[in-house]
């Protein structure tokens, strides 16, 4: 049986956090964000917010997404290939959902993910997300489709 984490150490991401957020990148994407990109979004881009799991000083997971009106377009969920499968992705995610509909007033939330990458598509289907759409050729390294997932609070 899987372990639950008791300890979540889910935080505001600082802009103290993107070279770790940049690497993780490097370890999960074939076309990882830069460290300029991510450090635009931790401290120039006032609709990005973002939530990260710290181990220590480390970041070992985030979530991130863009503030479009009452809805919230998640554009980064990863987990260092050494901490997954404990429950950190779900949560990291669940905690960017709740702050930003108690802070900012979100009510919908959606994202892109790859057709092929079941582990995300679960992780989504199980936070409540539904599958509602699909953008042909939308990624690149290697080309693939998008589903469009959406998650509807009200
Ligand atoms: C997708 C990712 C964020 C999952 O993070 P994680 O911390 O390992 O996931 P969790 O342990 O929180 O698991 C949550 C759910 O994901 C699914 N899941 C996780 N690992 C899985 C695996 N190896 N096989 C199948 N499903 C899996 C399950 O539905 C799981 O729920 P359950 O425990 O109730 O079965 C992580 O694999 C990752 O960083 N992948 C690379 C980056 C990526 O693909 N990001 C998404 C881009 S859209």
Same mark, same amino acid.
């Given at each position: 049986?899987?372990?639950?984490?008791?300890?979540?150490?889910?935080?505001?991401?600082?802009?103290?956090? %993107?070279?770790?957020?940049?690497?993780?990148?490097?370890?999960?994407?074939?076309?990882?964000?830069?460290?300029? /990109?991510?450090?635009?979004? #931790?401290?120039?881009?006032?609709?990005?917010?973002?939530?990260?799991? %710290?181990?220590?000083?480390?970041?070992?997971?985030?979530?991130?997404?863009?503030?479009?009106?009452?809805?919230?377009?998640?554009?980064?969920?990863?987990?260092?290939?050494?901490?997954?499968?404990?429950?950190?992705?779900?949560?990291?995610?669940?905690?960017?959902?709740?702050?930003?509909?108690?802070?900012?007033?979100?009510?919908?939330?959606? #994202?892109?993910?790859?057709?092929?990458?079941?582990? %995300?598509?679960?992780?989504?289907?199980?936070?409540?997300?539904? /599958?509602?759409?699909?953008?042909?050729?939308?990624?690149?390294?290697?080309?693939?489709?998008?589903?469009?997932?959406? #998650?509807?609070?009200?």
């Amino acid at each position: 049986m899987r372990t639950q984490v008791s300890d979540l150490r889910l935080r505001e991401a600082a802009r103290a956090d %993107a070279p770790d957020i940049a690497e993780i990148e490097k370890l999960c994407f074939s076309s990882p964000w830069s460290l300029e /990109a991510i450090l635009y979004e #931790l401290d120039g881009n006032e609709s990005a917010r973002y939530i990260v799991r %710290a181990e220590g000083r480390r970041v070992v997971a985030y979530a991130g997404l863009r503030v479009v009106l009452n809805e919230g377009h998640i554009t980064n969920l990863a987990v260092h290939p050494d901490f997954r499968g404990r429950g950190i992705g779900a949560a990291v995610l669940k905690e960017l959902i709740e702050r930003t509909r108690r802070d900012d007033g979100l009510t919908d939330f959606t #994202l892109e993910v790859r057709a092929s990458n079941a582990v %995300a598509s679960r992780l989504y289907a199980s936070a409540g997300f539904r /599958a509602e759409g699909r953008r042909r050729g939308y990624y690149t390294e290697p080309l693939e489709d998008a589903i469009i997932m959406w #998650l509807h609070t009200v």
